[in-house]
């Protein structure tokens, strides 16, 4: 895949999840974002260790965050958060659930397309260990937001 092939992926990656900010409403997205916010910055910082451990190798534009891991933090990771968050926030039991249903389409389907299109592949790690990466986090989401809802009471 070239390069601006692979841009145009990216964009319209981010472009196609931030789209869908105005159906979350205002309202939620004041409520949600903080949380998901400080989970995208510990998901940032693992990026930086997973590529330097080489847990997944980005064709092209291996050296570049902005070009690599960037647009899926922005795009359907911050944005897919949010909207987790909204459908389930209050009942832990769907929250899991669902945060390890997309957590799982995401390691194994979708890692296995994104390969096929020489998008990004994993390396040094499998599938269920990429899927582990991306699922303990959402233990994260839900306390930070836990903590946020309960501090301004």
Same mark, same amino acid.
């Not at 989970?39 to 693992?46: K, T």
């Not at 291996?62 to 944005?79: A, K, M």
């Not at 020489?118 to 991306?134: G, T």
């Given at each position: ?90 009942? &832990?039991?769907?929250? @899991?659930?669902?945060? *390890? =249903?997309?957590?799982?389409? +995401?390691? /194994? ?5 994104? $390969? ?13 260990? &990429?899927?582990?990466? @991306?699922?303990?986090? *959402? =233990?994260?989401?839900?306390? +930070?937001? /836990? ?5 301004? $009471?």
């Amino acid at each position: 895949m070239s390069l601006k092939t692979m841009r145009l992926y990216n964009i319209l990656m981010v472009i196609l999840a931030l789209s869908t900010l105005p159906f979350l409403g205002r309202r939620n997205i004041k409520r949600y974002f903080p949380a998901a916010i400080l989970v995208l910055i510990i998901h940032s910082i693992e990026a930086i260790f997973g590529k330097q451990r080489k847990w997944w190798v980005f064709y092209r534009n291996s050296h570049s965050y902005l070009s690599g891991e960037f647009p899926f933090h922005i795009g359907p990771f911050l944005v897919g958060a949010m909207w987790i968050l909204k459908w389930t926030y209050g009942d &832990f039991k769907r929250f @899991i659930t669902l945060n *390890a =249903i997309v957590g799982a389409i +995401f390691a /194994f389907p979708i890692m296995k397309v994104l $390969k096929k299109l020489k998008i990004v592949a994993l390396f040094r790690i499998n599938h269920f260990q &990429f899927f582990l990466h @991306i699922f303990y986090k *959402a =233990i994260f989401l839900y306390g +930070f937001q /836990f903590y946020f809802e309960n501090r301004r $009471k």
